[in-house]
């Protein structure tokens, strides 16, 4: 919205409170989010479970370097240097893999997400145009 002529300039760009009235509102906007999130909801639960998959690997270098050097360089049981060589190369793979799918699962849930928006907006502009009478 344009200011009104002989309006200051710092009226015209100071911030509007979130409000129930106002659509930035999280209250406001709740449902039209849990309208969206509903059909999209088996997907964004195989996201998480991806995310909690993935970063469970993510610990296993850490931990496998703790076990490297209290048992192996230490304590000498050079036995297990080729599991816990296998656990890292095993958990990079699945890192690797989980990313892969997130981001594709994601990705193109987000793009869909994107084009039913936007046919929603376009369906509200030309209802509201057919009833103004333009065509």
């Known amino acids: ?15 509007v409170k979130d409000t129930p009235n106002n659509p930035t509102s999280w209250i406001a906007v709740w449902p039209d989010i849990r309208e969206l ?3 999209r909801r088996g997907q964004l639960l195989l996201g998480l479970v991806l995310i909690f998959i993935s970063r469970g690997a993510g610990f296993v270098l850490p931990a496998s370097s ?4 209290d048992e192996i ?16 190369v095993a958990a990079t793979i699945i890192q690797a893999l989980t ?3 997130l981001t594709q699962l994601l990705s193109k849930s987000a793009q869909r997400l994107i084009a039913e928006l936007r046919c929603k907006v376009e369906r509200h502009i030309a209802h509201h145009e057919r009833r103004r009478g333009c065509a």
Request: overall charge positive; aromatic content about 12%; charged content about 20%.
């Open 73 to 88: 360089l230490t304590r000498h049981h050079n036995q297990f240097l080729l599991p816990v060589v296998g656990a890292i």
């Open 66 to 69: 703790k076990f490297f050097v």
């Open 99 to 101: 990313g892969y799918w």
């Open 37 to 39: 999130l509903r059909p």
């Open 1 to 15: 919205m344009l200011p009104r002529p002989g309006a200051s300039a710092e009226r015209s760009t100071r911030r």
